[in-house]
Structures are given as structure tokens and as C-alpha cells.
């Protein structure tokens, strides 16, 4: 069940705006240790929610790697995420309507300012393993710069030091098809439902790779001149993600992926990295067309303790969430020994 916290103080944003009070969704799962050095907190990808235990089934859960046995397990729904916290469908109080396009632009740091916030709340001092994939990684590595100290173990997957031109234009392109949709104007909670049908659709081919589609959805025989499989496959996606998200949080949260840029306002990215003290693990997707593997091989270069892996996944950036169980052998041999300053290769077979 989602936890609500209320900030009942003005946030402000790195923009200088602020909104006046703030919520936060989360969940928690297992109990701290008397030696608090038990807490591994869960930063979640663009639409997912801080029910961890619903969406990374197989990697953390009763009987997964990450399990409330053995660990206190948190995860924080971002701003911006309808799924309990503060975002475009909350009702603005100097208003008392919700905000739709009225909410203030935020950026990935907000996001982790915020975890701060409930980290404090919840008692939590240091933070055994963050860990965090695609968006999760851009919000877990910002916080290990952000609060050094706090962070005593990292684990980077499918992300990057900034957001790419590339990414950029993925989101961008995701946000003209919810701009041509005339409703998303209208100010209602289904306004935008069409051009976020064909965002998802968009994101879509980002997610996953040309190989993913060649063998998922190849039709049987050369008969068909319409009505592919792939046609179906994408009108489907795309509604699913209607039928549980909003085009107003899908805009804002894309913009705030655009914003993430560690170097900003500090000497430069690399600077930044040379800030993160925790040991690190950085995982890479070989068939990620999204976030490339040389973005996080660039991450293993630059950040001190750092170690590199590499997920070779059929499914592309999306693997993260799929193959649980090589993802899980890759984190078992970086924390069984100190590894650092190393790629480790055989762990998919372990």
C-alpha cells in the first residue's frame, strides 16, 4: 500500500520556483537493523511507481536477491508521478484546481532533493545500496553527488552523466505526438489520451531494438499486405500505458530526463563524477539503443570506485527490468568480493 508523506513546507525547485507544500508517495518493505546498515533504496524509471515489489519481480522480492528478510527496502515515487506524489494532477492550493500545465518545471535533482527529504523523515542516515535503472540511475547517481556520504554503495544500470542529444530527441518527438492531440490542452485528467497512445508508441522503439521486433513480431507467411503484428503490438502498447498513466506526468517527466546533467554548475561532468565516493557498480545493456553501453562504460571510467558490467539482453533497454536473474548474478559478484576498478565477465554464468 502507498504510503503518502506531506512536506507541509514550500519546496523549492532548482528552477527558484516553489511549490507550497509537497507530497510524496512510497513504500517500504522489511525493517532497519539495529545497525541501520541495512537500507537499499530503489530509484524507479519514468512510469513506474514505488511498488518495487510489483514491477522488478524476480530482483527484489520475498524470495529474491533484495528481500524484506534481509534488507529495509524503499522506493519514492518521483514528482511529477501521479502514483502519490506532487504532480500536474494536483490540485494547486492557491487555485484549487489541479495544476496540469501550471505545475512547475523540475528537474531530476528535485527529484532527489525530495528523497532526501523522506530519507530524513524515515531516519535513514546512510544508505547502504542505492540502486536505480534507466531514469532511476539518473536520480540515484545525482544523489550519490549530492550527499557523498550518504551513500555508501551504488549501483548504476542502463544510464548516463546526461542526457543525450539522442534521448532528447526521443522525448521530444514523444512530446509533439501528445501536443498534436488537441485534448491535451483542455485541462482534464484524460486530456492528451491520443498523443500519449502515440508517445508510448515512440518510446516504444527505443525501449526495445530492431532484433527484438524481427523475432517478436514477424508475421507467419508473405501473405499480409496489413493488420501486422507490429502494427497491433504498438496500438496495444500504447493504449496499455493510457489505461494506467496521464499525458500531463508523461510530459514533465520527460522534460526533467532532458534536465539530467551532472556537470551542470560543476565544473563540467567529469568533475562532478570524481565527487561520488560510494562503490560502484555500473551495468550496461550490449543491445541498448536508448542509453548506449559507452555511456556507462564513460560512467566506469570516471567515477573512483567503480566496476563495469555488461548485460547482453535480447530485450534491449528494457532488459534491466527482464533479465532478472543475470542482473542479480552480476550484482552477486560485485558485492561476494571487492570489486572495484574492474569489468567483471563472468557473472552471467555464475
Not at 509537497?22 to 513506474?48: F, M, P, Q, R, S
Not at 514528482?79 to 506532487?86: A, K, N, P, Q
Not at 558490467?309 to 527482464?322: N, P, Q, R, T, V
Request: charged share 20%; proline share 3%.
Amino acid at each position: 500500500m502507498t504510503k503518502i508523506f506531506k512536506y507541509n513546507k514550500p519546496f523549492t525547485l532548482e528552477s527558484g520556483q516553489q511549490l507550497q507544500e509537497l507530497e510524496i508517495g512510497y513504500h517500504t518493505y522489511g525493517k532497519l537493523n539495529k545497525n541501520a546498515d541495512n537500507v537499499v533504496w530503489v530509484c524507479h524509471a519514468l512510469t513506474a511507481n514505488s511498488d518495487v515489489f510489483d514491477w522488478w519481480k524476480g530482483f527484489v522480492g520475498e524470495n529474491d536477491y533484495f528481500n524484506p528478510g534481509e534488507h529495509f527496502i524503499v522506493c519514492a515515487n518521483i514528482i511529477g508521478s501521479h502514483y502519490g506524489s506532487s504532480s500536474p494532477l494536483s490540485v494547486n492550493p492557491a487555485t484549487g484546481e489541479p495544476y496540469y500545465l501550471s505545475f512547475p518545471q523540475f528537474t531530476v535533482r528535485d527529484m532527489v532533493k525530495a528523497h532526501g527529504i523522506l530519507a530524513d523523515h524515515l531516519g535513514i542516515e546512510n544508505i547502504e545500496i542505492l540502486i536505480g535503472g534507466s531514469l532511476g540511475g539518473q536520480q540515484a547517481l545525482e544523489w550519490s553527488i549530492i550527499e557523498p556520504d550518504r551513500i555508501k554503495n551504488l549501483v548504476l544500470i542502463a544510464t548516463n552523466a546526461k542526457h543525450s542529444p539522442w534521448g532528447i530527441a526521443f522525448n521530444e518527438s514523444q512530446r509533439m505526438a501528445i501536443s498534436a492531440d488537441q485534448t491535451f490542452y483542455s485541462n482534464t485528467p484524460n486530456g492528451g489520451q491520443k498523443g500519449l497512445s502515440a508517445a508510448r508508441s515512440i518510446a516504444l522503439l527505443s525501449y526495445r531494438n530492431y532484433k527484438t521486433y524481427g523475432v517478436t513480431q514477424q508475421e507467419e507467411g508473405d501473405s499480409h499486405t496489413d493488420n501486422y503484428k507490429a502494427s497491433s503490438y504498438q496500438n496495444y502498447q500504447g493504449q496499455k500505458l493510457v489505461n494506467r498513466y496521464n499525458a500531463y506526468s508523461y510530459w514533465y517527466l520527460s522534460k526533467s530526463m532532458d534536465s539530467h546533467n551532472v556537470g551542470r554548475g560543476r565544473n563540467g561532468v567529469e568533475k562532478a563524477l570524481s565527487l561520488v565516493k560510494a562503490r560502484t557498480l555500473v551495468i550496461g545493456i550490449k543491445s541498448d539503443v536508448l542509453f548506449p553501453i559507452e555511456e556507462q562504460q564513460y560512467l566506469f571510467q570516471h567515477i573512483p570506485k567503480a566496476a563495469f558490467a555488461e548485460l547482453d539482453s535480447f530485450y534491449g533497454h528494457d532488459g534491466f527490468l527482464i533479465e532478472t536473474e543475470p542482473l542479480t548474478n552480476i550484482i552477486k559478484s560485485f558485492f561476494k568480493t571487492d570489486v572495484r576498478g574492474k569489468i567483471i565477465e563472468l557473472q552471467q554464468t555464475a
